[in-house]
């Protein structure tokens, strides 16, 4: 019993020291990590500059490592916060892994606390587009990330044997929809090159096609239509909700064909 409370010991003191190593590498900018150094933490013999090197060196990698994650999710953010800022994307993405480091060896599911900084960053004066920009982002880099969408293709015979009022087509559960009710929103509706529908962009639908994550702009008829399917609506309802100006025949192959449509489904 006396070796379990030893070995128990033991190990709190371990992962006491591995905290305190942390701590140190996520030290406030401008304070040296070694000030934050636990009691009793030591380099290994032969490194040069000892202990303040080794942590030096150690936060240097960890401040690589959170740009180059953050880069390959947020390429477009990263040129718009370059461009006015040099450097400022590097600071903030530093700022981002001591303040929400990643709690798993994957980085891909890590960054986007990202977005929840820049919306604070805003009562300094951070563009408002900015935070849009990296919700739109993070949306492209998560759908890439699921697993591989299901169709029922078989199930759009229903089309042609029940009345409109006793099916309701299914978006496919990856279909994101972000509307662009906001001025910061409404700067980014001409960033996809694509718009479905022939008026104004009004929103931006963000999906899956193959392996990549992809984005649209959809005009007020088409959003209508992508928002009573998600509400449920029966064909008939989504039609009337749409509009006059929605084309069912020109969306039904292009759904079909980037799996915007999961399945129909009776009532």
Known sequence: MRRLECDDDARQALLALQ???????????????????????????????????ALGTYRGHARALSQRALRSIYPRLRERMEAGAPGSFAAIAWSCWRHHAPVQGDLGDWGQALIGQLAEAQADGLPP?????????????????????????????????????AVRLVLADHVDLHRGDD??????????????????????????DGWRGQWAALDASVLGWCE??????????????AGPAFDFSAWLPAAVARGWLARVETL
Not at 32 to 51: C, D, N, V
Not at 152 to 164: C, E, Y
Not at 228 to 241: F, H, K, M, S, V
Request: glycine share 8%; charged share 20%.
């Open 228 to 241: 009573a399917l998600r509400e449920g609506a029966d064909l008939e309802r989504a039609l009337q909700d």
């Open 183 to 208: 001025a910061a929103m409404r700067e980014l509706l001409d960033l996809p090159p694509e718009c479905f529908g022939t008026g104004p962009r009004e929103a931006v639908i963000v999906w899956r």
């Open 129 to 165: 587009a900015w935070t849009a920009l990296a919700r739109l982002e993070w949306a492209l880099h998560r759908v890439e990330r699921i697993a591989d969408p299901v169709q029922d293709l078989g199930s759009l015979a229903l089309l042609g044997r029940l009345p409109a009022a």
């Open 19 to 53: 905290a305190g190593v942390v701590d140190a590498l996520l030290a406030p900018p401008g304070q040296p990590p070694s000030q934050w150094a636990p009691e009793g933490l030591k380099a290994l013999p032969g490194i040069r500059g000892a202990l303040p090197q």
